[in-house]
């Protein structure tokens, strides 16, 4: 038998879970546990950093419920996601594709079908601007009929999911672009908004005295058969924090501001945005997209009508 050291316990870890038949977890799991260890030698870990770090994941895991994603507002925070939406787009996303952004905590399965023209606006008043656009394949032909699923926050700033109880859902929507591709809607611009801070992660981002905004945004989900999801959100210029996004979603390319002055503005005088979006084939690999409806990652999903059962007590 041989006596472990800081070195050889990583060795002697790596060899035990050597007999993982699946090749890929055996890969994942070794990773982990060689960059956790040399993580751990590092900092010079103590005890009590090392109990903190389990409490504050516990605390994590105890904040999720159907309706709220802690695990993934960390990934978030730490950069994480875009890490692995970057990887995700270097293998499928064709050059000319747009730009992807993330899908974030707050995305939602069965938004309310609104017919193209329409408004994501259910419960939130505002002032409207439009989104208009055209969908195309990299070689610029229409995709039609494409479904795009849309939502963002009111303009006060919060989700639906924060506003209201869950079972309502407001500014956001699913719709069918055309035979040509082509889409329109009416919604009110966005507030950017502070991501929540009433959790764990929250407690982490004000720990490290960080602002904790995204800048105003709409986010955009475009399927179609033979096509990658195409995952995406439009950040507004304007935003003082669009430079400083507190989950890394930005890109150049995703920034926009409403003009009155379009002149094939489906609504004359409307501020409107248009934005084109190209959507990539899909590849062998299989389309996929980084993130998932929250209710997707809780054992049960959304079990029962009584939204007060799934929320985290106190
Ligand atoms: C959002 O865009 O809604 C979002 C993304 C990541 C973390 C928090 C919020
Ligand atoms: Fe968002």
């Given amino acids: 038998m041989q006596d ?32 956790l260890h040399a993580f751990a030698r590092e900092t010079n870990l ?11 994941m516990t605390a994590v895991g105890q904040a999720c419920t159907p309706y709220r994603q802690e695990f993934i507002l960390l990934s978030d925070v730490i950069g994480l996601s875009r890490v692995v939406n970057i990887m995700h787009d270097a293998k499928g996303r064709e050059a000319a594709g747009t730009e992807t952004s993330l899908l974030g905590p707050f995305f939602r399965e069965g938004a309310p079908k609104i017919p193209l023209g329409g408004t994501l606006a259910n419960v939130s008043k505002g002032t409207e601007i439009m989104l208009y656009g055209q969908i195309t394949d990299s070689e610029g032909k229409p995709v039609p009929h494409a479904t795009m699923d849309v939502w963002q926050t009111n303009e006060d700033g919060a989700y639906d999911l924060q506003a209201y109880d869950p079972t309502t859902m407001d500014m956001r929507g699913q719709l069918q ?32 005295a960080r602002h904790g905004f995204r800048p105003a945004h709409i986010h955009i989900l475009v399927t179609a058969p033979g096509h990658r ?17 507190t989950v890394f979603g930005v890109s150049q390319s995703l920034v926009v501001m409403p003009s009155t002055e379009l002149p094939d503005a489906p609504v004359k005088g409307m501020p409107s945005i248009r934005y084109d979006l190209t959507m990539s084939r899909e590849t062998a690999e299989g389309g996929g997209r980084v993130g998932s409806d929250p209710s997707k990652l809780v054992p049960g999903g959304r079990v029962g009508s009584d939204p007060s059962k799934l929320m985290p007590a106190g």
């Avoid at 879970?17 to 982990?32: C, G, V």
């Avoid at 103590?46 to 504050?56: M, Q, V």
């Avoid at 999801?229 to 996004?245: M, N």
């Fill in 177 to 208: 672009a055309d035979a040509e591709g082509r889409f329109h809607f009416r919604t009110f611009r966005p507030l950017g908004y502070s991501i929540p801070m009433d959790g764990p992660v929250g407690e982490l981002v004000r720990n490290q």
């Fill in 4 to 35: 472990l050291d800081l070195d050889s316990v990583t060795e002697a870890v790596i060899e035990q879970m050597a007999t993982t038949p699946d090749p890929r977890l055996r890969e994942i799991m070794e990773a982990a546990v060689r960059h």
């Fill in 46 to 56: 103590t005890p009590d950093e090392w109990l903190k770090g389990i409490a504050f």
């Fill in 229 to 245: 999801d195409l995952v995406t959100a439009l950040y507004f210029a304007d935003d003082k924090h669009v430079d400083s996004d």
